[in-house]
Each structure stands twice: as C-alpha cells, then as structure tokens.
C-alpha cells in the first residue's frame, strides 16, 4: 500500500512540473511520418519518362530535356529497386535519340510509350527551367516548375489512360541566390536537378518525414 501511495506522490510531482519528464515517453515513435505515394502501379512495368521543355530552354540548355531524364530515371529506379519493386526503365537516351528523328513524339506520350513497349510513360511538361536569378543575373539559384502526368499506355480506351499528379516546384538553394562563378554554376545546376529528381520520384513510392 505504500509503494502505491509512494508511486501517485511521484507522478503528481512529475505532472506539477509541467510532465517535462513524461514527454519523452510519450512521443517515442512519433518523430516520423509515412507519405503514401501519389501513384502506386509501377513496380514491374515497363516504363519511360518524357520531358518537354520550352524551345528557348534547349536553346540555353541543349541537353536540359536528356539531362532531366536522366536524373528522374536515375533516381526512380534506384529507390524503386532499393524497396524491391524494381521497374524496367527505358533508357533516357534512347527516348531523346528517338525525339530527335520524331519531332511530334516530343508531345506525345502514347506514341513514345508504343515505341519502346511501356507500360506507362512518366509525362514531365517543363513549366519553369532557370539557373541564374531572374533579377540578378550576376547570381545563381536553380528553379524548375513542372507538372507530373502518368499514362497508361495499354489501358482500355473505355477506362482512364492518363493520372494527373501534383506538379513540383525545385529551388536551390533554398536560402537565396548565390554569386556566380563556374564552380557555383555547376553546383546549383546538378543540385537543382536531384533535387527535382527526387521531388518526381517519391511521387511514387511509400517514404518516411521526419515531424
């Protein structure tokens, strides 16, 4: 009887100090959080990622469009086959050399999807694509805006060929411009790329947030 009433003086003595003590215990385990993905069917499929960019960003940037798809496919297949729901990804510079001999497959995802026998093409209409600040063009700082739609290649004409995900915006760095320089102008450019690469590629598989 005792131990009872010696136990009771001590948690009301841990609660009158505002359970400082007590929350440790509390929240173990919930530092984390589970985001599902957006779309969930690509595991075995055959798949291809097409990028379309603005004429005036190839002319800047000849191999923006090849280099976008390489880090998106890059990076999707590697967390999809860390997670072991590997896919089977065309290879980005076998989709630009065809591009490049068809021009209308650059808008055209079923016909691309048809080409190399995909499951599903990864649609990425580029809507922003810069490296120097607009403003300061003396400053560097990565921006690419894009929507994100999956096709369904061998879907039935009467059910739904296209999903229409969140489109993704990618600033680096986060905290400003920084002063141009060829160092900097390589830095920002590749880290401004995974880091969009990553943003497309959680769209579809399950990953954890730390709270």
């Known amino acids: ?35 599902a993905a957006e779309f969930d069917k690509l595991a075995g499929k055959r798949v291809a990622i097409l990028v379309w960019t603005p004429p005036e960003t190839l002319f800047d940037y000849p191999f ?3 280099e976008l798809s390489m880090y998106v496919g890059d ?15 065309v290879d980005p510079r076998d989709v630009e050399d065809y591009l490049g001999k068809e021009i209308d497959a650059q808008l055209d995802p079923r ?3 048809e080409k190399f026998e995909c499951d599903y093409v990864v649609y990425l209409e580029v809507l922003e694509f810069q490296v120097r600040d607009p403003v300061r063009p003396q400053f560097l700082r990565g921006s690419i805006r894009s929507s994100v739609v999956v096709h369904d290649v061998k879907a039935d004409p009467d059910l739904t060929r296209s999903y229409e995900l969140t489109p ?5 760095p986060t905290t400003g411009p920084v002063l141009m320089t060829t160092t900097n102008s390589i830095l920002v450019r590749e880290q401004t790329y995974r880091l969009f690469a990553e943003l497309i590629a959680r769209k579809f598989y399950e990953y954890t947030v730390d709270l």
């Open 75 to 89: 990076k999707l297949a590697e967390e999809m086959s860390r997670k072991k729901t590997a896919i089977d990804l």
């Open 64 to 66: 923006a469009r090849m």
């Open 1 to 35: 009887m005792v131990s009872r009433v010696k136990y009771a003086v001590v948690i009301v003595l841990l609660l009158s100090c505002g359970c400082n003590w007590l929350t440790p215990l509390v929240f173990v385990g919930e530092h984390k959080k589970e985001i």
């Open 168 to 172: 993704v915006a990618a600033i680096h």
């Open 111 to 113: 016909m691309v999807g």
